[in-house]
């Protein structure tokens, strides 16, 4: 999962200038890696914190140490206990939306699918055994169009990050 955190971070760096946050959707059964994804992210940003899943809070926030990245802070939900329309809007979304400074995990996303970006990325975590997971990018990435990169530039990016 480390690889892939850092091969997704590098995606996010090269994304265009932001007027608001970038949303991440991250789908899956429980146990298919969403969590463990999130703290491998946060890890590789330099966070020190112990990364735990926010199911019984909702919400955490882990500000980046460094400058090194075009975010200051990683906020992380698990909608799955949100059950009302407006708990979205009691934690603040969209407020915490509309902040550039700001990289959004969703799990269970579909629990809150109203207030979801158009543009929000989905990744889809699937159990293969307990060392292995299939994990799939189910649109366009955002920095293919503003950087203009090819299929063959990112399998070389992910080839980087194998390395």
């Given at each position: 999962?480390?690889?892939?955190?850092?091969?997704?971070?590098?995606?996010?760096?090269?994304v265009g200038e932001k007027?608001?946050?970038?949303?991440?959707?991250?789908y899956g059964?429980?146990?298919?890696?969403?969590?463990?994804?999130?703290?491998?992210?946060?890890a590789h940003?330099?966070?020190?914190?112990?990364?735990?899943?926010?199911?019984f809070v909702i919400m955490k926030q882990y500000r980046i140490p460094v400058a090194?990245?075009?975010f200051k802070k990683i906020i992380h939900i698990d909608a799955y206990r949100l059950t009302e329309r407006n708990d979205m809007d009691v934690l603040g979304w969209r407020e915490i939306e509309r902040d550039p400074d700001s990289l959004i995990f969703i799990?269970?996303?579909t629990r809150v699918k109203d207030f979801l970006p158009e543009d929000a990325l989905k990744i889809h975590f699937e159990f293969v055994d307990e060392k292995t997971r299939e994990i799939i990018i189910d649109q366009e990435l955002p920095y293919q169009?503003?950087?203009?990169?090819?299929n063959e530039k990112i399998q070389q990016e992910k080839n980087n990050c194998n390395s």
């Open positions: 999962m480390r690889l892939f955190a850092a091969f997704f971070l590098g995606i996010i760096q090269a007027t608001r946050a970038i949303v991440v959707c991250l059964d429980l146990g298919a890696g969403k969590t463990t994804f999130v703290k491998s992210v946060v940003t330099g966070v020190s914190d112990v990364v735990t899943s926010p199911t090194a990245y075009r799990e269970w996303p169009k503003k950087k203009n990169l090819t």
